[in-house]
């Protein structure tokens, strides 16, 4: 099987923003697009994008998950970034169109349609370091995915890092290309040295999240997470499993958690940790490295209630539990 997001179906949707108005939305080829050199995302990082998906359900219909939340997101990215706005309504449409068109190639469960619109500044100015892109480019991209999963349900390792930080704190909130390449050379690191899967970011002892996934600690029927400000993703897979957890009486804490109270409660038989995001749900995490030590997360296995959790929400994607808070949008 293929590395997840490198099949693309083989048209596109795109959009261009002339430096007053977007262009009417078209459907073109996938393969390439055309940029000046000096276009200013490719010095100065001016870009956001978003990750969602499509399902398909068994009665033939084809729905897209909460793609007002991703809109919402994509829109405040873009206005952080001092890009040209989009208009939500505008990219709605053309990623439903879009899902429409390529309908019959979006894969049944446990596969789904993952959806990249993107967004990035084209001016050819270089010296624009210190000033935002005129223009811009939008487009909407299709990947068919398979089973997250279909390695075995493996739990990662986590380098928790209690001195570097994942990208500028006020970029945080941002789903934005540089906060990426800026968690890199830390992620390659830990894995190097750790054979850690990733590096769980804590800056000043404060546990945030990964470089592409939020962080989930599951104490009994306590579930641990950072409040939301603007140092971190606001994941909606994040605000899905919190609101999910609260209807079968959970008890939810978003606040700051630190190391210390991390590896304490971690260590204690049946807590559990996850990470949260839309490529995979909820993926445990079996090990926490810190120091030179390693800490099994409860005894180390796929915990219950992250199963439970995550196939709670597989179920109302996947069209067989009843979508009680009106997630699914029908193409
Ligand atoms: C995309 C992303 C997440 C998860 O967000 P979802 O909306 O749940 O997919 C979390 N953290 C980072 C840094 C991300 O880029």
Redo the contacts with the bound molecule.
């Keep these: 099987m293929s590395a997840f997001g490198s099949v693309f179906m083989p048209e596109m949707a795109i959009t261009w923003f002339d430096g007053t108005a977007w262009s009417t939305p078209d459907l073109v080829s996938s393969d390439s697009i055309q940029l000046h050199p000096g276009a200013h995302v490719l010095h100065y990082s001016s870009t956001c994008f978003e ?2 998906k499509a399902f398909r359900h068994d009665d033939g219909t084809i729905k897209i998950f909460r793609i007002d ?2 809109m919402a ?1 994509f829109s405040q990215s873009a206005q952080l970034l001092a890009l040209p706005e989009i208009d939500q309504a505008v990219t709605t449409k053309m990623v439903t169109d879009l899902v429409a068109h390529f309908a019959d190639e979006v894969p049944a469960p446990p596969g789904s349609m993952y959806i990249r619109p993107t967004l990035f500044g084209t001016e050819p100015a270089i010296g624009k370091a210190a000033a935002p892109s005129t223009t811009a480019c939008q487009y909407v991209l299709l990947s068919p995915v398979g089973d997250y999963f279909a390695g075995g349900d493996a739990c990662l390792r986590l380098l928790v890092d209690d001195q570097g930080m ?1 990208c500028a704190p006020h970029n945080g909130m941002i ?1 934005s290309g540089g ?2 390449a800026s968690a890199l050379r830390p992620i390659m690191e830990a894995k190097a040295k750790y054979k850690a899967d990733q590096v769980l970011f804590c800056p000043g002892g404060d546990v945030q ?6 962080f989930l600690l599951i104490d009994g029927d306590e579930i641990i997470t950072k409040a939301l400000d603007e140092s ?7 605000d899905s499993i919190l609101t999910l957890a609260r209807d079968m009486g959970m008890k939810v804490s978003e606040r700051q958690l630190s190391v210390d109270e991390l590896l304490e409660r971690a260590a204690k038989p049946g807590c559990e940790a996850a990470l ?4 995979a749900v909820l993926a445990p995490v079996g090990t926490l490295i810190y120091g030179d030590k390693e800490i099994s997360v409860g005894n180390g296995k796929v915990g219950e209630t992250t199963v439970k959790l995550r196939q709670t929400l597989n179920d109302i994607q996947w069209g067989k539990a009843e979508d009680r808070h009106g997630w699914l949008t029908s193409i």
């Design positions: 990750g969602l939340r991703n997101r994942r789903k906060n990426y999240e990964t470089g592409a996934a939020n971190f993703l606001h994941g909606v897979t994040r949260s995001g839309t490529a």
